[in-house]
């Protein structure tokens, strides 16, 4: 696949298209917009009109937008190109790691039965499991419910359940009440099992903010999904095809390597592709801040990474933190943070590994730790390459810094500019933009615009092209800047001049099609 993230050894990941329900009338309001504006007399007549035909088509069973592998009629060359995009090497059954269960089935949060809308991952022993979490104000009650699992546990839990269409976020007394009867009615499965003692269930929900969830069609399908549970290629596909909700492709990758002398094997599952903006942290730090409310209804980022290694858990929640630092903390597709962003891990040490300490046995943690952070940052860029609209995967390194927080500070500041988005979605080379987003990033330190510089990496390995050397803008070759900018993988580099830190950010352009997704999401 062309647009996949470079590839570590012995990783590989699942990303082939779904029904993209997101896209569904997209491209059909784009031409409606074109259509009332050449039609005679006042547009909302044409407007109304052009509703009641894209409703009659969509009666008749025609569906709007681009349907891909689903509607073979379809052969523009934007449906091929997305089509493209979403195409992977499926991991095989020996990746998956040891003594994990996995599944996903249709409970009825969605309205379509074609939809799968809830996950389950067991392991056959208590693990050790962390987690970040959102630190938006208004935090989901599956937030708040795991983040007590993790403290009843002191870090141990055994499953976890994700449900997809219903966010069950301000949701009050009745939404926390729902998120711990998921964890309890799986912890029951968990407790009554012959194969292992222990319980502690996680628990995940994405989808339309402020409804509460049909929990009895839930609790019917974690009794259900029990007997589905598997540790093969179909278990853990149907349950990555669960976590969706906008995404167009499920986001499924396995990794393996080796650790103190043995095969350590990793799975990982996220999803997300608006409300993309995630700043998680730690349990009691996700608990103590909140920067910003909540959007409006929409979608969120969740991830999931299990390995069979054996980390205690102080450490396995000490290597997510700083592994989500440089990955799903380091994306964005809109700067929205959703109230349900969580990320966590799971070990359960089935590979027969000695158990890995930051520090009684640091050489193999920091092994641990920077595998961790790169399968993290391949799953983290999923999320991007699959963000709403998004035709430009956009990589935005910030180097020469005092601090690595002030690094991520202004890549972060320049990521989620509209108009350096919006100029990249155009294939406008107007680096003033870029400058200007830096200049206002506000990082711990002052920057000195005569140090600053930003370039344009080429992605075939040839000379950046240099828009700005020390505060002075360069003479721009406009032709080569254009070959660069049509291109879907952009690399900006911006030097600061002031230090030895690097940060990078990962993000996409901005597109009409953004809008017409999320102008009426909920209907």
Known sequence: MQAATKQAPGSTYLAWPEPPSRLEGARERSAASAEMRRAPGPPLFALARLKARAFAQRSSGKRGGCSCAWARESSTEGCRTRQARQQAERPSLG?????????????????????????????????SAAGTFTRNAFVAAPVVVSQDVLARGKGVAR????????????????????????????????????????TGTLVMSTGVIGQLLPINKILQGIEASTATLASNFNAWSDCARAFMTTDTFPKLRTRTFQLAGKEVRMVGIDKGAGMIHPNMGPPAAAAAAAPRPAGPPHATMLG???????????????????????SFNSISVDGDMSTNDTVVAL?????????????????????FRDELTSFAAELAQLVVRDGEGAEKFVKVTVQGAPTYEGAHKVASVVSTSSLVK????????????????????????DIDPTK???????????????????????????HRASELLAAEDIEIVIELGLGDETATYWTCDLSHEYISINADYRS
């Not at 990746?95 to 089935?105: C, E, N």
């Not at 449900?163 to 939404?175: D, K, L, P, W």
């Not at 359960?348 to 092994?367: F, R």
């Open 159 to 198: 499953g976890l359940v994700v449900n997809s269409g219903c966010a069950n976020a301000v949701t009050g007394t009745q939404g926390l009440a729902d998120a711990r009867a998921m964890s309890d009615q799986l912890d029951s499965f968990l407790s009554a099992s012959s194969s292992s003692s222990g």
């Open 422 to 445: 919006c100029a990249l979605h155009g294939e406008d080379a107007n680096w003033g933009r870029i400058l200007c987003a830096v200049g206002y990033s506000q990082p711990p330190f």
């Open 347 to 367: 070990a359960n040490g089935a590979s027969g590994t000695s158990e890995i300490s930051e520090h009684k046995t640091p050489d193999d943690y920091v092994k």
């Open 304 to 326: 999931v990474i299990a390995t069979d290694a054996a980390v205690e858990p102080a450490s396995l929640q000490s290597a997510l933190t700083y592994a989500v630092d440089r």
């Open 95 to 127: 990746t998956f790691p040891h003594g994990f269960l996995a599944t996903g089935l249709h409970c009825g949060v969605k309205k379509d039965r074609a939809k799968l809308d809830l996950a389950v991952i067991i392991s056959d022993r208590p693990c």
């Open 452 to 478: 600053v510089s930003v370039s344009f990496l080429a992605q075939d390995g040839s000379a950046p092209l240099r828009l700005l050397v020390n505060g002075e803008p360069e003479q721009v070759d406009e």
